[in-house]
């Protein structure tokens, strides 16, 4: 598993989507596959 940091960038981003009403458990999906070295499909649009 990688070691993951969050900028202060990030986590203004991640405030601002959950205000605007945006699925965070998708974000927290696909970070979390991206830390246990996983791929994502590149058809999968999951922020939409």
Do not use: C
């Not at 993951?4 to 974000?27: A, C, E, N, W, Y």
């Amino acid at each position: 598993m990688k070691k993951l940091s969050q900028t202060k960038q990030f986590v203004r981003d991640v405030r601002r989507m959950h205000r605007r009403g945006k699925d965070i458990g998708k974000l927290k999906t696909v970070v979390g596959r991206l830390a246990q070295g996983g791929l994502l499909m590149q058809n999968t649009a999951l922020m939409h």
